[in-house]
């Protein structure tokens, strides 16, 4: 692991284990994957157990490893001992695990002011991110592993250093904070 990722996971909060397998932080690389599979748990749509399963194996060990577990010519075997261990857990349960740890994953603050034209942008997040990181100048096996929260956080510093977005400071939330107390003594 590089000295930056060491510093930028130092206080991250243990994940959860879904499906039976602990996850690991939500990287570039496995938004990537799951936004290339279509993924309904990324990109919307119904979500089955199949599709949960897939997003977990993915997302549950690092992204070199999730792509060895894809194109493995045993997956199917391994899927189908899978299904089996975990035949009797919830998959409500499960799926309200993994979006409670999807939830938390973007650690990024809000952008309260985009300079310019705002426009719809065509491609896909994920690979916008990846392109930003190697605008930066970082590596690609260095951003497909970084944990998302940290590579937004990067792409957003440098964002706001160059003049191109204004971000929700904590000044802005100490203000908000205090207007909502204004209006709760009003009422």
Not at 22 to 28: E, H, M
Request: charged letters at 20%; proline letters at 6%; aromatic letters at 6%.
């Amino acid at each position: 692991m590089s000295q930056l990722a060491d510093i930028l996971t130092a206080t991250a909060k243990p994940c959860p284990v879904v499906m039976g397998l602990r996850l690991i932080p939500y990287s570039v690389g496995h938004s990537l994957v799951l936004h290339c599979i279509g993924s309904p748990l990324v990109v919307g749509g119904h979500v089955g157990r199949a599709d949960l399963m897939t997003a977990v194996l993915i997302c549950s060990q690092p992204i070199n490893e999730s792509m060895a577990a894809i194109r493995s010519p045993f997956r199917n075997l391994a899927l189908k001992l899978w299904t089996w261990k975990v035949k009797n857990l919830s998959f409500e349960a499960e799926l309200d695990k993994w979006s409670q740890w999807m939830a938390g994953q973007s650690t990024a603050p809000e952008i309260l002011m985009k300079q310019g034209n705002s426009r719809q942008l065509s491609m896909p997040w994920p690979e916008r991110m990846l392109a930003c990181c190697l605008e930066i100048g970082l590596e690609e096996n260095t951003v497909l592993a970084m944990p998302i929260g940290d590579a937004e956080r990067l792409v957003l510093a440098r964002a706001e250093s160059h003049g191109d977005v204004e971000l929700w400071s904590p000044k802005d939330e100490a203000l908000w904070r205090w207007v909502k107390q204004q209006e709760a003594k009003k009422n």
